[in-house]
């Protein structure tokens, strides 16, 4: 059974840094692409970045490039969100999903992490 | 960017009702579309992918149809557990992008 499991969501300040893990199981996840995608309040899926199998390809959504930073650990079957300089307009449920990246299909997400950013 | 036009935004229909829910792209993006349902604190589920083939384990009064730029996706008879928000995304190109979401609540 394919397992996505989020952790490392919070409270935070604006300008604040917080670092998410999405631990992964059930599949050869080495193999896949890994996502991430954010549901703010009230509002629809926005996806936020990106990484292939072997780390080679990355994207970022223009919102977050050159704050947040994505990074995976195959030993760990574990993918990673570094976010920094965080904004109120960060503020959202945070999924973490196989496969949503180009040419890709999100067959299996996590039910997400929430990150809010306030003061 | 690719922008994804999903309507209507909202619709409430009955247990038993055909629903369908239209997805327009902003430049051809091929059949490299898919259909979630997400319900509040859950993880979203792939129903369709690739415009029509459905997911496994989804039922099949869930469909998909369309190519280009657009698409649609029809719940044959509506039953309770299908209440919840329906998106759209592509994945032709980057950055992928999903439609705005379609909310189906009970009438």
């Known amino acids: 059974e394919v397992q996505l499991l989020e952790s490392g969501g919070g409270l935070v300040q604006p300008g604040g840094s917080l670092r998410l893990s999405c631990a992964a199981s059930?599949?050869?996840?080495?193999?896949?692409?890994m996502s991430w995608v954010r549901q703010a309040p009230g509002k629809g899926l926005e996806w936020v970045s990106s990484?292939?199998?072997?780390?080679?390809?990355?994207d970022y959504a223009d919102s977050v490039k050159g704050r947040f930073t994505i990074s995976r650990d195959n030993s760990k079957n574990t993918v990673y969100l570094q976010m920094n300089s965080l904004r109120v307009e960060d503020t959202a449920v945070y999924h973490c999903?196989?496969?949503?990246?180009?040419?890709?299909?999100?067959?299996?997400w996590g039910q997400g992490t929430r990150v809010t950013v306030s003061s | 960017d690719i922008q994804m036009t999903q309507s209507p935004s909202s619709l409430s229909a009955s247990v038993g009702d055909r629903v369908t829910i239209t997805c327009r792209a902003s430049?051809?993006?091929?059949?490299?579309l898919h259909w979630y349902q997400h319900k509040p604190g859950k993880a979203p589920q792939l129903l369709i992918y690739g415009a029509s083939t459905l997911q496994r384990g989804v039922p099949s009064r869930f469909s998909g149809s369309g190519s280009g730029t657009d698409f649609t996706l029809t719940i044959s008879s509506l039953q309770p557990e299908d209440f919840a928000t329906y998106y759209c995304q592509q994945s032709y190109t980057n950055p992928v992008t999903f439609g705005g979401g379609t909310k189906v609540e009970i009438k």
């Open positions: 430049q051809g993006i091929g059949t490299y």
């Open positions: 059930g599949f050869a996840f080495s193999n896949f692409a």
């Open positions: 990484m292939s199998g072997s780390g080679g390809i990355i």
């Open positions: 999903a196989k496969g949503v990246a180009v040419a890709g299909t999100g067959d299996y």
